[in-house]
């Protein structure tokens, strides 16, 4: 899978799969093909992180 150069739009299609289909970040990137790194990196150039409790990236402002 490709994501969308738009890190908003790349955000709800990540937390979507993860709430839906994977059970950690990791999964969702090794089964997607995805740089975790990378992932990781594109969305706190926005302010949001990973949040493995909830399973999903969350805003830092909260």
Do not use: H, W
Request: net charge negative; hydrophobic share 40%; with cysteine.
């Amino acid at each position: 899978m490709q994501l969308p150069a738009d890190p908003y739009m790349a955000l709800s299609i990540l937390n979507t799969k993860l709430r839906d289909f994977y059970a950690t970040l990791e999964e969702c990137c090794q089964e997607e093909e995805l740089d975790l790194q990378l992932v990781v990196q594109k969305l706190e150039a926005v302010g949001y992180t990973y949040n493995p409790v909830r399973n999903q990236f969350v805003s830092q402002k909260a």
